[in-house]
């Protein structure tokens, strides 16, 4: 008989702690997907991370210097700091909003498979959760080396880092790529690691990490970018944190520091990059603004336009106005700002994404979006959602496309 | 509306909880301070599962009279369930976010009926 009561079932995991499966902690996003119908469409990340720095004692075995490699090794002996060698900094510890946001603290979750490197299941099943064909792979606490005041160091552990991830991870799957570490501190050195990854499975191009303190422009990096211009190679700069510039040191909480400070140092980047006519000098270099948003670019545009304007004849090399050259490059679309719609729409129409946007999900950051915060933008067509989401990018890498979509 | 099993009241202790799933809705039941609460699993912010978030006294900053600050504490009433996802907090009593009064989890009502727990869905 109808009791007029209905039943129901406790769903397995009550809290998500450090421990949960990350299929669990994405479930609602597996589960929406399937429901909306946009399970089946291309998806391509192209901006998520691992955690290297559990990986390190692996890692510093790659250093090829003789000495950097002893010292890495007595630190990573010993307990209470920084992993050796590297300049990791004690304030991302508050990325996680005191332990609010479990999957950025520690994904310490049961791995079962020891066919392949840990990381490469946590990537797996961070893929198949957010329904990914591709996940274009960076490290986390080395996109603050930029800063290491040792460009020796910054240059080996680079070189040592893309060793050990061409070598560990990237061979592990075929839907896992990379856009590796240029060490900027030592051009030398970025011309070796071209020369040495270009081709590297895996390998889709190159990046600097936008957190450093030298001019982008400098004529020591033009060799670089011509030669990864006559490689067909992307450039990206992916942006980050930094609490030591004069700037940020006054920002005492790490929500003040990092709204600034990942924007800041692409803001810096791009002026030189467009004013400096890094553009009409590499016209076919397409480079890739990763991880500062996209509420920048309005900013930027109607800048730059209005001092270029009156004001050419510092900028000689433009032909055009920089929002011109802007609207030429690509961008990734996380941490995307959407609390005020109509200027989330602007800012679209203002940068053409429905051609230069592509989807990332910062995963497992603090901040990362899942495919459905492209998916639900009320203004796109669903052809620009699927550029956004996959199409952009298949193009951008020369990806093959996924079977069946 | 049909009214929906949680669970014997006597499962619930002082800020327990229990995250069920009723016809593909997902619906968190909190008990707090001798009161039921019952939301969507589904943040609003970016559909995270915020049911299955931390349970943290809100954060409050306290002024002087002459308004200096003088640094964060918990306050001892408010309470909050915060989204694991990123961090979307909101009063577990009103399910509204401290600083963004249109930011307001779905809520369902909850009642009791000898010594079991429902919803109305």
């Not at chain 1, 909003?97 to 310490?108: F, T, Y």
């Amino acid at each position: 008989m109808d009791s007029g009561i209905e039943r129901t079932r406790e769903l397995p995991v009550q809290e998500i702690t450090i421990d949960t499966d990350t299929r669990d902690i994405l479930a609602r996003e597996t589960k929406y997907q399937k429901e909306m119908g946009f399970a089946d469409w291309p998806i391509i990340d192209i901006d998520a991370h691992h955690s290297e720095m559990t990986s390190w004692r692996q890692v510093i075995e790659y250093i090829e210097d003789p000495i950097l490699l002893h010292y890495a090794r007595e630190f990573q002996s010993r307990t209470g700091g920084a992993p050796g060698l590297s300049n990791h900094t004690p304030g991302l510890r508050y990325q996680d909003a005191g332990g609010r946001i479990p999957h950025q603290q520690q994904l310490a979750e049961p791995v079962e498979d020891k066919s392949v490197h840990r990381d490469v299941t946590l990537i797996r099943r961070s893929m198949d959760a957010l329904g990914l064909d591709y996940q274009v792979l960076f490290p986390g606490n080395l996109l603050q080396l930029g800063t290491h005041p040792q460009p020796r160091v910054e240059a080996h552990l680079a070189l040592a880092y893309n060793r050990w991830v061409c070598d560990t991870i990237l061979p592990q799957d075929d839907r896992i790529k990379t856009l590796l570490y240029m060490p900027l501190g030592e051009p030398e050195m970025c011309h070796r690691i071209i020369d040495e990854f270009t081709g590297r499975k895996g390998v889709v191009g190159f990046m600097i990490t936008s957190v450093r303190f030298k001019p982008v422009h400098h004529n020591s990096y033009i060799p670089i970018y011509k030669k990864l211009e006559e490689r067909n190679l992307p450039l990206a700069f992916h942006a980050g944190l930094t609490w030591t510039d004069e700037w940020t040191k006054q920002t005492d909480l790490f929500i003040s520091m990092h709204a600034i400070s990942f924007v800041l140092c692409n803001i810096v980047h791009m002026t030189n990059w467009i004013i400096h006519g890094l553009p009409e000098r590499f016209p076919n270099l397409k480079t890739i603004w990763i991880e500062s948003g996209l509420a920048w670019l309005p900013f930027m545009m109607q800048r730059l336009d209005s001092e270029y304007q009156m004001r050419p004849s510092e900028a000689p090399l433009l032909k055009k106005l920089p929002s011109d050259y802007i609207r030429e490059m690509y961008f990734s679309s996380q941490p995307i700002e959407t609390s005020n719609m109509k200027l989330t729409e602007a800012t679209f129409d203002a940068m053409n994404a429905s051609t230069q946007l592509m989807y990332a999900s910062d995963w497992p950051h603090w901040d990362f979006n899942a495919p459905s915060t492209i998916y639900d933008l009320p203004f796109l067509d669903e052809q620009s959602k699927r550029n956004i989401l996959g199409e952009n990018a298949l193009k951008l890498f020369n990806l093959d496309r996924p079977k069946g979509k | 509306m049909v009214k929906v099993f949680v669970g014997a009241e006597t499962d619930f202790e002082d800020r327990g909880r229990k995250v069920i799933e009723y016809n593909d809705t997902e619906i968190g039941v909190f008990f707090v301070d001798g009161e039921f609460f019952a939301y969507e699993n589904k943040c609003v912010h970016q559909g995270g599962p915020i049911c299955q978030g931390r349970i943290l006294n809100r954060v409050v900053e306290v002024l002087a009279d002459d308004r200096t600050s003088q640094g964060l504490t918990w306050d001892d009433e408010d309470v909050h369930i915060v989204c694991p996802w990123h961090g979307y907090e909101f009063n577990i009593k009103t399910g509204i976010h401290p600083g963004n009064k249109n930011a307001r989890l779905r809520r369902f009502d909850v009642s009791v009926d000898g010594g079991e727990v429902y919803v109305d869905v």
